[in-house]
């Protein structure tokens, strides 16, 4: 079993920057790939960014690219999400993801999810 635990949201004014931490509760999961997924109220939960065992293949979602960040550190079991250029639209609850398998940008593809951590983004 993987526990992750979310950490780094907050209430910040558009064009802010804030930096998400995601920990892991197993060495093992250096051997997961992670992502970073997002919902806002009403909405379902949208796919922002994934990357590999390694940190060799990364994937954004279009609304993200340029602005977000997503890396890992393995020796640590945590992956971080680094967020510039917020945008209200950005307001959700960020959850982090783990799987032992392929990358994915479906929530489906998922076994493993943190308990999410509030971002805001202010006008």
């Known amino acids: 079993q993987v526990q992750l635990v979310e950490s780094g949201g907050g209430l910040v004014q558009a064009g802010g920057s804030l930096r998400l931490s995601c920990a892991a509760s197993v060495h093992t999961a250096s051997s997961y790939v992670m992502a970073w997924f997002r919902q806002a109220p009403g909405k379902e939960r949208e796919f922002v960014a994934t990357?590999?065992?390694?940190?060799?293949?990364?994937d954004y979602a279009d609304s993200v690219k340029g602005r977000f960040t997503i890396s890992r550190d393995n020796a640590k079991n945590t992956v971080y999400l680094q967020m510039n250029s917020l945008k209200p639209e950005d307001t959700a609850v960020y959850y982090c993801?783990?799987?032992?398998?392929?990358?994915?940008?479906?929530?489906?593809?998922?076994?493993?999810w943190g308990q999410g951590t509030q971002v805001t983004v202010s006008s």
């Open positions: 993801a783990a799987t032992p398998y392929s990358r994915s940008t479906k929530a489906v593809g998922y076994g493993y």
């Open positions: 990357i590999s065992v390694n940190g060799g293949r990364i």
